[in-house]
C-alpha cells in the first residue's frame, strides 16, 4: 500500500461527457502528479501540483484539466471525452518538488470512453 | 518523440538466472534516473535508482548501471525469482529543459519462469 488513494478504480462512460478523477496523497506529501497510460505504454506525464500550485505541466490536453486543493487532495477533470482517452489515469506523490526521490503511485483509475 | 526508450518490450528468463533490462535516453539534460516495478492491477513501485554522477548502484538483488556516454542505463537482477515477474520501467528526470517531472520508458514485460 502506497498510500495514494485514487477513486474511482474503475470508470465507463460515453464520448463527449466529462469525469473528474480523485486522488489522496500519501500523508504529508505536497506534491502530486498525474500521468496517464495508454495500451500498455509508457506512462505520460500531465501535470504537476505541489501545495497548491501548478509546478510542471506536460502534453496534457485543454480538454484536461486539474488542481489541488488545501488539503492536498486533487482531482483530474476531463472533459468532451473521446475514444482515445480511454487509458489508465495514475495520481504520484512525493514530499518534494523535484523527480530526485521516489514517486508513490496509486492504483489508478480505469477509464473507458465507448 | 521518446526521450527515453525501452526497446525490449518482453524478457524472459529461467528463475535463478540473470535478467539484463536496457534502457536508453535521448536527453543530455536528463541526471537522476529510476527503476519502477509495475504488477497488475497496481500502480509502479520504486525499485532503484542512480544519479548521473555514479555509475552503478546496487540494492540486493538490483544493480543499476550508468554509461553516461552512450546514454544508456541498464538494470541487473540477480538471481531472478518467480515473483519478479511484472512490468519494468525505466524513468529519467533532470534539471532546466527536462523539466521538473518523470520522462518514462515504454515498458519491459519480465516473466521469470520457476
Known amino acids: 500500500d502506497s498510500g495514494v488513494t485514487q477513486t474511482p478504480k474503475h470508470l465507463i462512460t460515453a464520448t463527449g461527457q466529462r469525469v473528474t478523477l480523485r486522488c489522496s496523497p500519501r500523508s504529508g506529501d505536497l506534491s502530486v502528479y498525474w500521468y496517464q497510460q495508454s495500451l500498455d505504454q509508457g506512462l505520460q506525464f500531465l501535470i504537476q501540483?505541489?501545495?497548491?500550485?501548478?509546478?510542471a505541466k506536460g502534453n496534457i490536453l485543454e480538454r484536461f484539466s486539474a488542481q489541488q486543493f488545501p488539503d492536498l487532495h486533487s482531482e483530474l477533470n476531463l472533459s468532451s471525452l473521446e475514444l482515445g482517452d480511454s487509458a489508465l489515469y495514475f495520481c504520484a506523490s512525493s514530499a518534494r518538488t523535484t523527480h530526485t526521490g521516489e514517486l508513490f503511485f496509486g492504483e489508478g483509475s480505469r477509464l473507458t470512453v465507448l | 518523440d521518446q526521450q527515453v526508450k525501452q526497446n525490449s518490450p518482453s524478457l524472459s528468463v529461467q528463475e535463478g538466472r540473470i535478467s539484463i533490462l536496457n534502457c536508453d535516453y535521448t536527453n543530455s539534460m536528463f541526471d537522476y534516473f529510476l527503476w519502477y516495478k509495475k504488477y497488475p492491477a497496481e500502480g509502479p513501485t520504486f525499485l532503484i535508482s542512480?544519479?548521473?554522477?555514479?555509475d552503478k548502484n546496487e540494492d540486493g538483488r538490483f544493480t543499476v548501471f550508468l554509461n553516461k556516454s552512450a546514454k544508456h542505463l541498464s538494470l541487473h537482477i540477480v538471481p531472478s525469482q518467480p515473483g519478479d515477474s511484472a512490468v519494468y520501467f525505466c524513468?529519467?528526470?533532470?534539471?532546466?529543459?527536462?523539466?521538473?517531472?518523470?520522462?518514462f520508458g515504454g515498458g519491459t514485460r519480465v516473466l521469470v519462469k520457476p
Open positions: 542512480i544519479s548521473s554522477i555514479k
Open positions: 501540483y505541489y501545495n497548491g500550485e501548478e509546478r
Open positions: 524513468a529519467a528526470s533532470g534539471a532546466g529543459a527536462a523539466g521538473n517531472k518523470l520522462t
